[in-house]
């Protein structure tokens, strides 16, 4: 059963805290994608990954949030300190690079809430 | 003005009927096209993928494109209440920028 899965499914934490959400791309993917999704700002790119390497973090908050790949099965992306505003929906997608191929397929998400 | 737009909603239409959404893009060079579906508090779902001008059929589902206009489609047909869901069109630059843009996507109520 070919799915991307993400963990925690649900994260309630305290302003200051640190947040890590951790993905596993679909098997044989090589582009791993983070996404924020809340009501206002819609779906908005954070940062994407082809082979493991960072390619593009433009959409992320650069002083508080960071993304890694530290394998080709996890990705993670951290939040240090957490705030109130970055209560959201937080969606990893992967997809295989090739010609004519950019299909991503999204995880189930990871629902946070910083009080 | 944003990257990819969509017809606001929400559409409601009886079961059996069409249900159409439309998108425009702003990026002429645009060459990928998809479309997703989002039932309330689930992830996106890919529901079609489109690269060429014309029409592509997947059962129940049409996407268009008409890259000249800038314009891509979903049509539903003979929609039934499991359509009923939020339905958000993505747009990739080129064929090797994996970067999609999304737009704020149109809800879709099928009334029995």
């Known amino acids: 059963d070919a799915r991307v899965t993400q963990t925690p499914r649900h994260k309630v934490t305290e302003m200051g805290q640190e947040v890590t959400m951790r993905c596993q791309p679909i098997?044989?993917?090589?582009?791993v994608f983070w996404y924020r999704q809340t009501m206002m700002q819609g779906l908005e790119l954070l940062a994407y990954?082809?082979?493991?390497?960072?390619?593009?973090d433009s959409g992320m908050p650069k002083d508080r949030f960071s993304a890694e790949m530290p394998d080709a099965t996890l990705a993670t992306l951290k939040i240090q300190p957490s705030e109130p505003r970055d209560s959201a929906v937080y969606f990893c997608?992967?997809?295989?690079?090739?010609?004519?191929?950019?299909?991503?397929?999204f995880g189930p998400g990871t629902r946070l809430t910083v009080l | 003005q944003k990257e990819v737009e969509q017809n606001s909603g929400p559409l409601s239409v009886p079961e059996g009927a069409i249900a159409s959404l439309n998108c425009t893009y702003s990026?002429?060079?645009?060459?990928?096209f998809f479309w997703y579906r989002q039932y309330s508090g689930k992830s996106p779902e890919l529901i079609m993928s489109i690269y060429s001008n014309g029409d592509k059929e997947d059962g129940r589902f049409t996407a268009q494109l008409n890259k000249a206009s800038q314009y891509v489609s979903l049509l539903i047909r003979d929609s039934q209440p499991s359509d009923s869901a939020t339905y958000l069109c993505a747009v990739a630059p080129g064929w090797f920028d994996y970067k999609l843009s999304f737009g704020a996507g149109t809800t879709v109520t099928v009334r029995a």
């Open positions: 997608a992967s997809g295989l690079a090739g010609l004519g191929n950019n299909e991503q397929f």
């Open positions: 098997l044989g993917h090589n582009t």
């Open positions: 990954f082809r082979n493991r390497a960072p390619l593009d």
């Open positions: 990026d002429r060079v645009s060459q990928s």
